[in-house]
């Protein structure tokens, strides 16, 4: 379990380190204050693992340096009972003119094992890296993902009550991170608890059983992940308007549901109706999978937009997306809406997707440029409505994420000795 | 405190200087060797120096080598101590380490060179017929004191060179001129007076003295100003370790 409580931090920004001295000794004012932190609190239970997403410089590192005990708070305090250790950018501490084996030793002293405990683990460490020969040439020659690899190894080897991953795990290839991915979900099984700091929504939110969200320092928002990361994305959208417009984030409660849905606008777009349909145009909570599905809904433009575009994105019921596209990346042609004027979108498709809950999200954007961007986004809006697909008896049993309707073949041949 | 870390970081210092070369850690020993030859052989031999009052060929070089030898270790310690948070910066701003007790390993590291080559030095003072007295059983104590010394002024220089940056060549230059204050290649005696007279206020010179009197002029050294040296040592320590818990959190931030 790890404590955090009321923890801040301001870093002071001086023109040189000199005038820090000159500040403690004359008594005067030499610099500017930079909060990167204030009065953070959260709590990671055993077993549990905690999600930390936010913008460049809303206070991740800040907060992984004073957890790993790099820094010091300047308030509040860090309770665990026991060691934190974690993969903090590359090579935590390694020297690179020291061998792979070497440094093992000399890491593993800085996480606080004894030559005896290091000396007994100090197989398990390289097996788990598969550096094989490689542990015994010196560092400088690793790859960026063979140092993460060691890092890894000796971090999770020194028996952590709290272990703390970053942005370093996707240093990786696909295989390696899998690999750690499962020796992390081993150690939360046995009781660990974990912070992640990801800028991968999709892994926070499989990951993770709660997240927080910073925001030049502070906690704006705690809860599941899948809330919080609908809520950063919210916040994406309004720096993608550099500030001219004020973006407003509401909690919408879903009537269905009762669950809040968090959406993002600008207050240029809004939102007046959506609707789920069968073919027989018949407003829907459930379906059975191969069916098409009809979504209508309706945006009033508030003021003109010369080139609007609308998409549609349906996930799961663990977040992640299942399918996201929009008029602009389908090539539709749209039209200028005046003030006051209405946009009404059909959407039609065969809902060939495994039995589970889906969520449908709007956005609305202006101006499409290059490939998949565009110049205004006006609106996000995340899991307006939920859709229950049940399998449909008629097709094939398939577990998955869709029905990808296979043609399967099989035919007798002869086989030669 | 971690002994067990501080005593791997000692090793590695000595280790690591040289590695990728063939005699590695060797070479830390090599250095003080080749001093050792040149201030006994070549001063001895070659130049005919003397010490006054003495009528060994040897006298000149070996009091030269015992000053040497712990001027060496003296002014490692400080300037490395006084370094080490800039030089250690990839290590203590990527894991959780006690930086009043990090500089440690190099008090211990250089103390495993001083005793090496006093060993050899030892050895050659038997060789030669110079001989040593009983006296020298004070080297350790002499040896702790300045090293304590070394430490304290290293790690409350330390403090200061993360925010002035300059402090560190500074340091350097100070020391040079520190180490032509100290007699060290040069006897007290041939000092005028009025230097004589500042000469107690200097510390290096206590510890240094004290090597030659054990040394040299075989006898028991001034114990009284060995006492001072050390409540000297211990109040800049305290001095340190109060400024250290005062900026402990700005040399995090700074390094």
């Known amino acids: 379990m790890i404590k955090v409580s009321g923890v801040s931090k301001t870093f002071k920004s001086y023109h040189s380190p000199a005038d820090r001295l000159k500040e403690k000794i004359f008594r005067k004012k030499y610099h500017r204050e930079i909060t990167a932190l204030q009065n953070v609190s959260f709590e990671v239970k055993e077993g549990k693992t905690l999600g930390v997403v936010g913008q460049n410089g809303a206070g991740k590192s800040t907060l992984l340096k004073i957890l790993s005990g790099v820094l010091l708070p300047d308030e509040g305090s860090i309770k665990v009972d026991g060691k934190i250790t974690g993969l903090l950018e590359l090579g935590t501490g390694f020297d690179h003119e020291l061998t792979g084996l070497e440094n093992i030793f000399m890491n593993g002293t800085f996480l606080g094992m004894d030559k005896d405990e290091i000396e007994r683990k100090k197989d398990d460490i390289i097996n788990f890296t598969e550096l094989g020969e490689f542990i015994y040439d010196p560092i400088k020659t690793y790859s960026s993902g063979m140092l993460m690899r060691l890092a890894f190894s000796i971090a999770m080897h020194a028996e952590p009550k709290c272990f703390l991953v970053d942005e370093a795990l996707s240093v990786g290839d696909a295989y390696f991170q899998q690999k750690c991915m499962r020796k992390i979900l081993e150690f939360k099984n046995d009781g660990g608890s974990i912070i992640f700091v990801s800028h991968d929504m999709n892994a926070v939110k499989t990951i993770c059983d709660s997240a927080i969200l910073l925001d030049h320092g502070h906690i704006i928002s705690s809860g599941d992940p899948k809330d919080i990361i609908d809520y950063y994305h919210g916040i994406i959208l309004s720096k993608s308007h550099m500030g001219n417009t004020e973006v407003i984030v509401n909690e919408v409660i879903d009537d269905h549901t009762g669950h809040k849905n968090p959406s993002a606008s600008t207050g240029e777009v809004k939102l007046l109706s959506f609707k789920v349909l069968n073919s027989k145009n018949e407003e829907i909570l459930h379906i059975e999978s191969e069916q098409v599905v009809k979504v209508i809904y309706q945006v009033k433009a508030l003021k003109e937009l010369s080139d609007p575009h609308f998409g549609l994105h349906v996930r799961n019921n663990l977040g992640l997306s299942v399918f996201e596209t929009n008029t602009y990346c389908s090539g539709i042609k749209t039209f200028t809406l005046k003030k006051g004027q209405v946009a009404e979108l059909t959407w039609e498709f065969l809902f060939s997707l495994s039995a589970g809950d889906y969520s449908f999200s709007v956005g609305v954007a202006n101006k499409g440029y290059g490939r998949d961007a565009f110049e205004e986004y006006l609106l996000m809006a995340h899991d307006i409505e939920v859709l229950k697909v049940i399998p449909n008896s008629n097709a094939i049993v398939y577990s998955g994420v869709f029905n990808m309707k296979p043609k399967i073949k099989i035919q007798e041949r002869l086989g030669k000795e | ?255």
Not at chain 2, 116 to 130: K, R
Not at chain 2, 239 to 247: D, M, P, Q, R, S
């Open chain 2, 1 to 255: 405190m971690n002994i067990g870390l501080i005593l791997e970081l000692a090793k590695r210092d000595i280790t690591e200087k040289y590695s990728g070369s063939t005699l590695g850690a060797l070479w830390n020993f090599i250095y003080p060797l080749v001093d050792i030859f040149i201030f006994t052989v070549i001063f001895a031999n070659l130049m005919g120096s003397r010490l006054p009052g003495s009528s060994s060929v040897y006298a000149y070089g070996f009091y030269l080598t015992s000053g040497v030898i712990a001027w060496n270790a003296f002014s490692n310690t400080v300037s490395r101590t006084a370094t080490v948070y800039l030089d250690k910066k990839h290590i203590i701003t990527k894991v959780k380490v006690d930086l009043s007790s990090f500089p440690l390993y190099i008090a211990i590291s250089e103390s495993i060179t001083f005793v090496v080559t006093m060993g050899v030095f030892l050895f050659l003072l038997l060789i030669s017929g110079y001989g040593v007295k009983p006296v020298i059983l004070f080297v350790p104590l002499i040896y702790l004191v300045q090293q304590l010394f070394a430490y304290s002024l290293g790690f409350f220089i330390g403090i200061f060179v993360v925010f002035i940056r300059d402090l560190r060549e500074i340091v350097r230059i100070v020391l040079q001129f520190w180490f032509w204050f100290t007699p060290i290649v040069y006897v007290y005696d041939i000092l005028p007076e009025y230097v004589k007279k500042i000469m107690v206020y200097n510390p290096a010179f206590t510890f240094i003295h004290a090597y030659h009197s054990v040394f040299i002029y075989e006898q028991i050294p001034d114990l009284e100003a060995i006492l001072y040296l050390f409540l000297l040592s211990f109040a800049i320590l305290l001095c340190a370790g109060f400024t250290f818990k005062k900026l402990e959190k700005d040399v995090r931030d700074f390094i």
